[in-house]
């Protein structure tokens, strides 16, 4: 296996470093795909709520790769989380990316008819339309709620996870079941301090890299897929370079020990949480 990948428990390679494209729209979408493809990008980061999708498709049929050696990612939105709407759901995001399958089909958020979904989604790999299904910001009663009675597992869960919230206790859990962790916001999105950090800047002096290299290394020796999000081409390359970064263990722990022990993106916390479940079940019974 390529060092640059990872073993997924369904078999499949996942390139290690991605590119998140959240909140970038249009040609400037398709033209930084196109960019960091150009750069040795191999694994692109989509959704159907970031209206994109259309985008990250031109991008992959005029990059001029051919489509098997591109890993793509879309998710699934919790509105649609019911049996027959996910699988429209999944329709129209082949549709609007313009081909006959994705690599990796997530549930966004655990809201809505969760079991249901799962069914379809395990029946959608089996018509070829997705090669592995995974989950997005699922925690370990989420996870056990719906991979109780499951026929396939799931092989991602796509987590926030950085240097000021390691997630030890998730992340022990998904080892122990076989499913790789997807790192979304690994600076935890240039707002937190973390590439300013001056332990995190120590780290990466002593191995000369930069800290976000750094931070992108202390990821994958967590095991972590990781799909930072930028549109400059040098800041591209510097992140996929990362892949050459080696940490030592008193590395590791000195950047452990920043942890918080909480989210940085309080988006799911006080009335969100149970409005998101109403709606997700409301969407499921109408």
């Given at each position: 296996m390529d060092e640059g990948y990872i073993r997924l428990n369904n078999g499949m390679e996942m390139p290690l470093v991605g590119l998140g494209v959240f909140r970038m729209k249009g040609y400037e979408c398709t033209k930084n795909v196109i960019s960091a493809v150009e750069s040795g990008y191999r694994l692109i980061d989509t959704a159907a709520v970031y209206g994109n999708e259309r985008a990250v498709g031109d991008a992959v049929r005029w990059c001029g790769l051919p489509r098997e050696q591109l890993f793509v990612t879309t998710k699934l939105w919790y509105t649609n989380c019911s049996y027959h709407n996910a699988k429209r759901a999944l329709e129209k995001s082949l549709k609007n990316l313009g081909l006959d399958y994705v690599d990796l089909y997530l549930i966004?958020?655990?809201?809505?008819?969760?079991?249901?979904?799962w069914r379809a989604l395990e029946e959608c790999v089996r018509e070829g339309k997705v090669r592995a299904i995974g989950l997005s910001n699922f925690?370990?009663?989420d996870i056990e709620n719906i991979t109780r009675g499951a026929e396939i597992m799931p092989a991602v869960d796509q987590i926030e996870l950085h240097p000021l919230y390691k997630r030890e206790k998730l992340l022990a859990y998904l080892n122990e079941r076989g499913i790789t962790p997807e790192a979304w916001a690994p600076f935890g999105a240039g707002k937190s301090g973390i590439l300013d950090?001056?332990?995190?800047?120590?780290?990466?002096e002593r191995r000369g890299c930069t800290?976000?290299?750094?931070?992108?290394?202390?990821?994958?020796?967590?095991?972590?897929?990781?799909?930072?999000?930028?549109?400059?081409?040098?800041?591209?390359?510097?992140?996929?370079?990362?892949?050459?970064?080696?940490?030592?263990?008193?590395?590791?722990?000195?950047?452990?020990?920043?942890?918080?022990?909480?989210?940085?993106?309080?988006?799911?916390?006080?009335?969100?949480?149970?409005l998101r479940k109403a709606i997700g079940f409301l969407h499921y019974i109408i």
């Open positions: 966004h958020e655990p809201y809505g008819w969760l079991k249901g979904t925690c370990e009663r950090h001056p332990v995190i800047a120590r780290v990466a800290v976000a290299q750094a931070v992108l290394a202390w990821l994958r020796a967590k095991g972590a897929v990781a799909i930072p999000k930028s549109s400059n081409p040098e800041r591209m390359a510097e992140n996929l370079a990362s892949l050459s970064v080696e940490l030592t263990d008193e590395d590791i722990r000195n950047i452990d020990c920043l942890d918080l022990g909480d989210s940085l993106f309080p988006w799911d916390k006080g009335i969100r949480r149970p």
